[in-house]
């Protein structure tokens, strides 16, 4: 299985902070990485798909980017419905896996 | 607008079979070309995909699970059903389907999720 590793695993900002979160492929998945946020008791919504293209209805603050094993999840002007964990996905090969999540927290 | 809602029992003891059905509104089972997914969430963890299906082809199952999971579709309910045999506590997590919206490219992106279904394994 291809391992997916996200970092920090938490991260305290304030709103209206730039925050980027950083995820690892095992190995070289091309630009086959979507991105999630999960608020607490929800499922989790799709956010970025194929590295760097907005799902619609996502707003633009967020931006993803990278290809073969290091990607990035920015969020540009932090607002109070972002704070949420979460998760990078490779859907280059199956089993398609997800990273640890990274848990975003108000400082 | 497309919506997933799972069902199915809470609570599952041991060794028992454990059946999700999810039901799709808004859109129907056979239109599009999406793979129909099973994915799960132990609490206080992360994300694992169960398995897909297409509406017409084969299904695929996570490795770890291919021995003791099976996932179907009723066209005629415009439901997508799972069943995974032989729980164990380690089974105990938040089960969610959703649709696979790249199956063209080979599968893997998610863009409509149900709620979710809490199942308990325990006796």
């Known amino acids: 299985d291809i391992q997916m590793t996200q970092s920090p695993s938490s991260l305290s900002a304030s709103v209206g902070d730039r925050v980027t979160i950083t995820c690892r492929a095992s190995?070289?998945?091309?630009?086959?990485l979507n991105w999630y946020q999960q608020r607490p008791g929800s499922a989790p919504t799709l956010l970025i798909y194929?590295?760097?293209s907005l799902q619609s209805g996502v707003p633009s603050r967020f931006s993803g980017s990278g290809s073969g094993t290091h990607f990035t999840l920015t969020i540009s002007s932090l607002q109070p419905e972002d704070f949420a964990t979460y998760y990078c996905q490779q859907s280059y090969g199956t089993p398609q896996t997800f990273g640890q999540g990274t848990k975003l927290e108000i400082k | 607008q497309v919506q997933l809602q799972e069902s199915g029992p809470g609570l599952v003891k041991p060794s028992q079979t454990l059946s999700l059905t999810c039901t799709i509104s808004?859109?129907?089972?056979?239109?599009?070309?999406?793979?129909w997914t099973w994915i799960r969430q132990p609490p206080g963890k992360g994300l694992e995909w169960i398995g897909h299906?297409?509406?017409?082809?084969?299904?695929d199952y996570h490795p770890s699970l291919k021995s003791r999971v099976l996932i179907s579709v009723d066209s005629t309910k415009n439901q997508f059903s799972m069943r995974l045999t032989s729980v164990t506590a380690a089974d105990t997590a938040v089960y969610y389907c959703a649709r696979d919206t790249s199956i063209l490219a080979g599968g893997g992106t998610f863009d409509v999720w149900g709620q979710g279904k809490m199942v308990i394994v325990s006796s």
């Open positions: 299906i297409p509406y017409s082809g084969n299904s």
């Open positions: 808004g859109g129907s089972i056979s239109g599009g070309d999406y793979y």
């Open positions: 194929a590295a760097s």
């Open positions: 190995q070289g998945i091309s630009k086959y």
